[in-house]
């Protein structure tokens, strides 16, 4: 039997899929915030400041296109109403995860559809891992701003690697105690070394940035000014890929 993984992440410019029965891997990268502007103005440095004359990977693809950003109650779309579009297929309110404009029927995400099917699903960002563009795919709240609610509804995904910065949703302390109790009873264990995550014997895993070396709570930081030994995307994609091969 083949092994089919889905490696969600935050972190660049959505990428074109090529879709046949032989598909092992699909790779969704969301570049939150970012447009042409961001995307021409890293080229130039590609190739000014660094003399690299090969385009980035992403200006390489086969297939580009363009996409209306306003969402179902605003002009300008929220990352809630985006990450819900970009998950699920549907436009929703600014500040609604994973709902429809009603906000009480459910969205159902590319991530939920394919996990159900069999596929090995990751979530991850370089920001809190309960924060709305990831929770897009696996959280069904009214508000972004749940964030105890969005952490019991990623135990409740069955989703077998989540990662991030941090977890919002666990500041206060019996709000704390009850997250951690739901993710433990899900199957989740939670380390903050990616060199760790084969070695927890887990189906699942929770993987979160060092307290003592990230960015600041929410983000692990840019790479250009991180802080030493801070957890990096590439070693959180690297780790969720590990994981899924193991499983």
């Known amino acids: ?9 935050v972190i660049t410019l959505i990428a074109s899929l090529s879709v046949s029965a032989k598909v092992r891997y699909v790779f969704y990268f969301i570049g939150d915030g970012m447009g042409m502007g961001h995307v021409n103005t890293t080229q130039y ?3 000014m400041v660094l003399g690299n004359d090969t385009p980035l990977l992403m200006m390489q693809f086969p297939v580009a296109s363009q996409a209306q950003t306003y969402s179902a109650s605003a002009p300008i779309t929220d990352s809630a109403a985006a ?3 970009l998950s699920t297929g ?5 500040y609604t995860i994973g709902l429809a404009p009603d906000t009480i029927t459910p969205l159902i995400s590319i991530a939920r559809k ?4 069999g596929w090995g699903v990751a979530v991850l960002s370089s920001c809190a891992a309960d924060d709305a563009t990831p929770a897009a795919f696996y959280a069904h709240q009214v508000d972004r701003n749940m964030f105890y609610e969005i952490n019991l509804d990623a ?8 990662g991030g910065a941090s977890l919002r949703g666990v500041r206060k302390p019996e709000q704390a105690k009850e997250v951690y109790s739901a993710l433990k009873k899900a199957g989740y264990a939670i380390t903050h070394n990616p060199d760790s995550v084969t070695l927890l014997g887990s189906d699942r895993v929770m993987l979160l940035a060092d307290p003592d070396k990230r960015g600041n709570d929410n983000s692990i930081g840019y790479t250009v000014d991180s802080l030493q030994g801070a957890m990096t995307v590439a070693q959180m994609t690297q780790a969720a890929l590990n994981h899924l091969m193991k499983q």
């Open 1 to 9: 039997m083949k092994i089919r993984y889905i490696i969600l992440s």
């Open 83 to 85: 990450g819900t579009a």
């Open 90 to 94: 549907s436009k929703t309110r600014n």
């Open 45 to 47: 440095y590609n190739r």
């Open 114 to 117: 394919l996990k159900d099917d």
């Open 155 to 162: 135990a409740a995904s069955g989703y077998d690697f989540l």
